[in-house]
């Protein structure tokens, strides 16, 4: 299997909730770090005003339960671009990579 390259630098974030001091909480996003990665564009869907694209995004692979691991649930970002992770698996059987599934949705 060939190197990925990974010539995109992008921000993890991942959902944070906050007290909003009246007994509820208001929902903000958190960088985690930044994150070299390889992006292949896959299909795209037109639900009305809203178009989707699904992505692979290749990153260095991080042990479960470290902090630049991404997860389903996180996003990643570029520039004002998101990409909302949906799952995450090793490429390979060494481990070396992970290719995030996700989606960018574009409001039209």
Same mark, same amino acid.
């Given at each position: /299997?060939?190197?990925?390259?990974?010539? #995109?630098?992008?921000?993890?974030?991942?959902?944070? @909730? @906050?007290?909003?001091g009246? $007994?509820?909480? #208001?929902?903000? =996003?958190?960088?985690? $770090?930044?994150? =070299?990665?390889? /992006?292949?564009? &896959?299909?795209?869907?037109?639900?009305?005003?809203?178009? +989707?694209?699904? =992505?692979?995004? +290749? +990153? @260095?692979?991080a042990? #479960? $339960?470290? %902090?630049? @691991?991404?997860? %389903? &649930?996180?996003?990643?970002?570029? &520039?004002?671009?998101?990409?909302?992770?949906?799952?995450?698996?090793?490429?390979? %059987?060494?481990?070396?990579?992970? #290719?995030?599934? %996700?989606?960018?949705?574009?409001? +039209?």
């Amino acid at each position: /299997m060939a190197t990925p390259d990974l010539n #995109v630098q992008l921000a993890l974030e991942t959902p944070d @909730r @906050r007290a909003d001091g009246m $007994g509820g909480y #208001v929902s903000a =996003w958190r960088r985690l $770090g930044l994150l =070299w990665a390889g /992006m292949d564009a &896959g299909s795209a869907k037109d639900q009305g005003a809203i178009s +989707t694209v699904r =992505w692979k995004i +290749t +990153t @260095r692979a991080a042990p #479960v $339960g470290d %902090a630049r @691991r991404p997860q %389903a &649930g996180q996003r990643l970002r570029l &520039g004002g671009r998101l990409f909302l992770i949906e799952a995450v698996a090793e490429q390979d %059987a060494r481990g070396s990579y992970l #290719v995030c599934h %996700a989606r960018e949705e574009d409001p +039209t």
